[in-house]
Structure formats: structure tokens, C-alpha cells
């Protein structure tokens, strides 16, 4: 088929940076049409069809923060905000295998988690106090950053701040740490301190409910995939799934994009919001910028590690559960969510962030790890076995925030004004999120309506 002076911008990518830039230039007025190369939008944030439950499953539970606004406006618009449930409290399995809750209660930010962190056995007055001076230290170091002031050392690691604000050893590993990893995707040794700074800052001093984590009730290729094609549609705009494009050229003030079945599509325009991997092999030669044509060569891939299991009986767990000191990070209890696939029993799946000697391990090996941990947040010394189990380790996840990566983060604008691309990789100034890869969608999508005036 050939669609050629049908539209005026071709998005390529449906992960959430092209979702985000095919929703806001269509809303724009711009007739969009999105290419995709699997079957279902969302790219790393979205899901696979298991063959054993013949249900959909995410490559790896995504949870977001309230500080994700942009992310935010992109549910709105897809109506399907009402996905995400935020858990006023969450469960941790302390290191010496005690258990305790965290949520908030009356008193002003940021001792509102100070009576539930009180609790957990292992932290005292005197972690919590090396908690607020690194609270401090991360709120001067980000304005000092955003003064433009070499205060705010690009070169530094988040370690160094917490080692210049003497974070004792326990409130390092059970307050401190799992934040860094969900956020960030990275040992606090490897994530610069800007980033651990913005994580913190966002996740305890941004407000009462900043602490909150936002987790799907539905499958992410769910969430992504037909209210982005009815939204589009409804604007004059499409998408095709399975369609992988191989090629792209300049055709003078347009664009001609080609797929594997020789399909062609031809624009005024282009969005590649691709993998940093991907866009050199796609994009037409000389298109792109020198930041850009090195990006992945500059940027450190990390990995997460997800573990699906299915019980045939109900397991007694809550929702979340953080792990602080152990292999497995979080444990969600999917069952537990209403509309879930799930007919009896209980769906488990974990999260481990940024861990590259588990990531390493066979899927036997990472089985018994996870299900050691399981055990320990069950509370039995009972060996449990899952009926049937995944386990998904993704290699190159994300990239490490580390000291001095926004040097390396291109802008969206290549040397051609018709083209532009887009991804959690980009100059965000935020870690490699959904989050992330909404504002480059967003900045992508502005950055063509101002040329295409
Ligand atoms: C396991 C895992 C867990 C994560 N957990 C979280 C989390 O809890 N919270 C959070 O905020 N973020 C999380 N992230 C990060 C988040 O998923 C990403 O930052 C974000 O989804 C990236 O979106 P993107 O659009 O930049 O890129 P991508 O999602 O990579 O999108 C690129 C798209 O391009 C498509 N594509 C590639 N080649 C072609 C081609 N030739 N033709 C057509 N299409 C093509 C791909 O299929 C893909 O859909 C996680 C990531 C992973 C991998």
C-alpha cells in the first residue's frame, strides 16, 4: 500500500516517547500515522502474550510516582488514568526478617513518614537524623545544580553526597536505597548525584503523598494500546502494529518510510522514537547529529530482572512489597488487582533494578533466589513451588544515570528540521523512565509543530 502525501508526520516507535508525540500532534491537528514493530504499543513499558496462561503479561511491573506528570497527561488523554492505583502503604520485609508498613500520617513533610519509618525495626533516631541531613544536601545540591553553580558537581556520585551527609549504614540500606534503585536503575555508587538528589527529593520531600507508588490494574499493553488507536483515529490519525520499519529516506521536503513487507508510507514530516540502539541503522544518512549518532556508544546499559509466577493456591501478601538488603526488590501481588487474568490462585511477579551479577544468572538459578525471598516475605520456612513461572531479565533496560550523562543526552532536533527523534534517552534531565520518555515525546511533538508552521 502506499499512503504517499496522506500524512503529515510519520511517528516510528510506539513506545511511550512516540505514543506521547503521535497523541499530542494529532490533538494538534496534524494527521499522524504511528508505526510499531510489535503487536502491542507501549515498547519496554507493555506486555507479551504467555502461551502457558494465555494471558497478557508485562515484560516487567512498571510503577510510577506522583511526580510524573507528563506520563500523567499522557493517561488523561488516553482515559485510562483510572488504571492506576496508588497504594496509600506499603510492605517491607526488613533485613532481619521482620516486616513493617510504610505510609503517611499527619505531621508536615517530611516527618510525615517519620512514625511508620520509626517502626521498622532496625532504624533509630539517629538513621532517621542522617536521613534529613541527606535530604538537605540533595536539596542544595539541585539548586546549586539549577544556579548553574559547580556546587553542583555533575561529576559527583550519589555515594559521595551520602557520604558527605554521613548516611548511617541501615538508613542507607532500608530507606535510601530502594528508592535509588526503582528509580534510577543503578547502584547508588553508579547513579550521579543529581539524579539520586531528584530521586530522593521526589520521592519523600515532594509532597505527602510523593512516597505513594502508582501500579497498573491492567496489562501495559492494555493501557497503551487501543485507547491510543481510538484516540488517534478520532482525530484523523492511525497506527499499524507489526509493522517493522527497514528503511527511511529524505524524499527533498518529506520523508518516505519503508517496512519489512515493503509497505511504504510518505509524511512531511518524521518521529523516530526509537531505541538509541535502533536509530543509527534507521535513520537516513546524515540526518543525525553527532551527539546523536553516538549516544549508544556513550551510555551505560542497566538491567532489571523480572520474575512471574503462578500459585495454584492464595498466597497471603500484599500488594507491594520492598525488599531492602535482599536479591528480589519488590514482590506485587497481581492477584490481588480486580480485573486481573488470573482465574484462582495467586499471580506473583518481582522486580529486581540494576543488578548485573543476578542478571547474569541462569533462570533456574534466579527462580531460587526469587523464591527464597518469597518464602521469607511469606513468612514460612516451607519450600513453595509455582505452577508455572517466567523469568525475564532484560539486559539493557535502561541506561545508568551516572556522573556526567547529560553531557552525552542529545536534544530531540537533528540537522533537519522534518525529522526529530525522541526516547528516555534524550536530554529529559530525568533517569531513564516513563516519566522520562513522555517529555521527550513531548518535546519531540513541539519541536515539529514550530517547523511544520
Ligand atoms: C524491565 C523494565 C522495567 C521498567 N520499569 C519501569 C518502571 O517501573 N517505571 C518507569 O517509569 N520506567 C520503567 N522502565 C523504563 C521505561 O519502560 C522506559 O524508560 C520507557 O518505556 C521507554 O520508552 P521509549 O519510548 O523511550 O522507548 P521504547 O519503549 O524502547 O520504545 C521504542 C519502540 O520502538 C519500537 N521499534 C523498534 N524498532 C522498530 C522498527 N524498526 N520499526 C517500528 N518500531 C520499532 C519498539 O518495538 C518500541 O515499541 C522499565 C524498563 C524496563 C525494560
Given at each position: 500500500?502506499?499512503?504517499?502525501?496522506?500524512?503529515?508526520?510519520?511517528?516510528?516507535?510506539?513506545?511511550?516517547s512516540?505514543?506521547?508525540?503521535?497523541?499530542?500532534?494529532?490533538?494538534?491537528?496534524?494527521?499522524?500515522?504511528l508505526?510499531?514493530?510489535?503487536?502491542?504499543?507501549?515498547?519496554?513499558?507493555?506486555s507479551?502474550?504467555?502461551?502457558?496462561?494465555?494471558?497478557?503479561?508485562?515484560?516487567?511491573?512498571?510503577?510510577?510516582?506522583?511526580?510524573?506528570?507528563?506520563?500523567?497527561?499522557?493517561?488523561?488523554?488516553?482515559?485510562?488514568?483510572?488504571?492506576?492505583?496508588?497504594?496509600?502503604?506499603?510492605?517491607?520485609?526488613?533485613?532481619d526478617?521482620?516486616q513493617?508498613?510504610?505510609?503517611?500520617?499527619?505531621?508536615?513533610?517530611?516527618?510525615?513518614?517519620l512514625?511508620?519509618?520509626?517502626?521498622?525495626?532496625?532504624?533509630?533516631m539517629?538513621?532517621?537524623?542522617?536521613?534529613?541531613?541527606?535530604?538537605?544536601?540533595a536539596?542544595?545540591s539541585?539548586d546549586?545544580?539549577?544556579?548553574?553553580s559547580a556546587?553542583?558537581?555533575?561529576?559527583?556520585?550519589?555515594?559521595d553526597?551520602?557520604?558527605?551527609?554521613?548516611l548511617?549504614?541501615?538508613?542507607?540500606?532500608?530507606?535510601?536505597?530502594?528508592?535509588?534503585?526503582?528509580?534510577?536503575?543503578?547502584?547508588?555508587?553508579?547513579?550521579?548525584a543529581?539524579?539520586?538528589a531528584?530521586?530522593i527529593s521526589?520521592?519523600?520531600m515532594?509532597?505527602?503523598?510523593?512516597?505513594?507508588?502508582?501500579?497498573?490494574?491492567?496489562?501495559?499493553?492494555?493501557l497503551?494500546?487501543?485507547?491510543?488507536?481510538?484516540?488517534?483515529?478520532?482525530?484523523?490519525?492511525?497506527?499499524?502494529?507489526?509493522t517493522?520499519?527497514?528503511?527511511?529516506?529524505?524524499?527533498?521536503?518529506?520523508?518516505?518510510?519503508?517496512?519489512?513487507?515493503?509497505?511504504?508510507?510518505?509524511?512531511?514530516?518524521?518521529?523516530?522514537?526509537?531505541?538509541?540502539?535502533?536509530?543509527?541503522?534507521?535513520?537516513?544518512?546524515?540526518?543525525?547529529?553527532?551527539?546523536?549518532?553516538?549516544?549508544?556508544?556513550?551510555?551505560v546499559?542497566?538491567?532489571?530482572?523480572?520474575?512471574?509466577?503462578?500459585?495454584d493456591?492464595?498466597?497471603?501478601?500484599?500488594e507491594?512489597?520492598?525488599?531492602?538488603?535482599?536479591?528480589?526488590?519488590?514482590?506485587?501481588?497481581?492477584?490481588c488487582a480486580?480485573?486481573?487474568?488470573?482465574?484462582?490462585?495467586?499471580y506473583i511477579?518481582?522486580?529486581?533494578?540494576?543488578?548485573?551479577?543476578?542478571?547474569?544468572?541462569?533462570?533456574?538459578?534466579?527462580?531460587?533466589?526469587?523464591?527464597?525471598?518469597?518464602?521469607?516475605?511469606l513468612?514460612?520456612t516451607?519450600?513453595?513451588?509455582?505452577?508455572?513461572?517466567?523469568?525475564?531479565?532484560?539486559?539493557?533496560?535502561?541506561?545508568?544515570p551516572?556522573p556526567?550523562?547529560?553531557?552525552?543526552?542529545?536534544?530531540?532536533?537533528?540537522?533537519y528540521?522534518?525529522?526529530?527523534?525522541?526516547?528516555?534517552w534524550?536530554?529529559?534531565?530525568?533517569?531513564?523512565?516513563?516519566?522520562g520518555?513522555?517529555?521527550?515525546?513531548?518535546?519531540?511533538?513541539?519541536?515539529?509543530?514550530?517547523?511544520?508552521?
Open positions: 500500500m502506499n499512503a504517499a502525501g496522506v500524512f503529515d508526520v510519520i511517528v516510528v516507535g510506539g513506545g511511550v512516540g505514543i506521547t508525540a503521535a497523541v499530542r500532534l494529532s490533538a494538534a491537528g496534524r494527521r499522524v500515522m508505526l510499531e514493530k510489535r503487536a502491542y504499543l507501549g515498547g519496554r513499558a507493555s507479551f502474550l504467555d502461551q502457558h496462561t494465555h494471558t497478557l503479561i508485562d515484560h516487567s511491573q512498571h510503577v510510577m510516582l506522583e511526580c510524573c506528570t507528563e506520563f500523567d497527561t499522557l493517561l488523561r488523554a488516553l482515559n485510562v488514568s483510572h488504571h492506576i492505583r496508588y497504594l496509600d502503604q506499603i510492605r517491607y520485609l526488613l533485613p526478617g521482620s513493617a508498613a510504610l505510609s503517611a500520617c499527619a505531621l508536615p513533610v517530611p516527618y510525615h513518614l512514625p511508620s519509618l520509626l517502626m521498622m525495626r532496625g532504624l533509630g539517629r538513621d532517621i537524623l542522617s536521613v534529613n541531613r541527606l535530604l538537605k544536601a536539596r542544595s539541585l546549586l545544580a539549577e544556579a548553574g556546587g553542583g558537581n555533575e561529576e559527583s556520585t550519589f555515594d553526597l551520602c557520604r558527605q551527609a554521613r548511617t549504614p541501615s538508613a542507607r540500606r532500608i530507606i535510601v536505597e530502594p528508592l535509588i534503585f526503582s528509580a534510577c536503575n543503578a547502584p547508588i555508587e553508579e547513579v550521579s543529581k539524579y539520586g531528584m530521586a521526589d520521592g519523600i515532594a509532597g505527602r503523598r510523593a512516597y505513594r507508588i502508582g501500579v497498573p490494574r491492567v496489562p501495559l499493553a492494555e497503551f494500546t487501543d485507547p491510543t488507536i481510538e484516540l488517534l483515529r478520532r482525530n484523523g490519525s492511525d497506527a499499524r502494529l507489526q517493522n520499519v527497514v528503511s527511511m529516506e529524505r524524499t527533498g521536503p518529506g520523508v518516505r518510510v519503508r517496512d519489512i513487507a515493503g509497505r511504504s508510507w510518505a509524511a512531511n514530516a518524521c518521529v523516530l522514537a526509537l531505541p538509541y540502539g535502533r536509530l543509527v541503522r534507521l535513520a537516513p544518512d546524515r540526518v543525525l547529529t553527532s551527539q546523536q549518532a553516538s549516544v549508544a556508544e556513550r551510555l546499559p542497566s538491567p532489571i530482572v523480572a520474575a512471574h509466577l503462578w500459585f493456591e492464595d498466597l497471603r501478601l500484599p507491594a512489597t520492598c525488599l531492602p538488603g535482599r536479591a528480589t526488590h519488590w514482590i506485587f501481588h497481581r492477584t480486580p480485573n486481573a487474568h488470573c482465574a484462582a490462585g495467586s511477579t518481582t522486580v529486581t533494578s540494576g543488578d548485573r551479577s543476578l542478571a547474569s544468572l541462569s533462570g533456574s538459578r534466579i527462580l531460587e533466589i526469587v523464591l527464597r525471598d518469597l518464602q521469607a516475605a513468612g514460612t516451607m519450600s513453595i513451588r509455582p505452577v508455572h513461572h517466567r523469568v525475564v531479565r532484560e539486559r539493557s533496560a535502561t541506561f545508568v551516572a556526567g550523562v547529560d553531557r552525552f543526552r542529545p536534544a530531540v532536533h537533528t540537522r528540521p522534518e525529522f526529530v527523534v525522541a526516547g528516555d534524550t536530554d529529559t534531565g530525568w533517569p531513564a523512565t516513563m516519566e520518555a513522555a517529555r521527550s515525546g513531548r518535546s519531540a511533538a513541539a519541536a515539529l509543530l514550530a517547523s511544520l508552521r
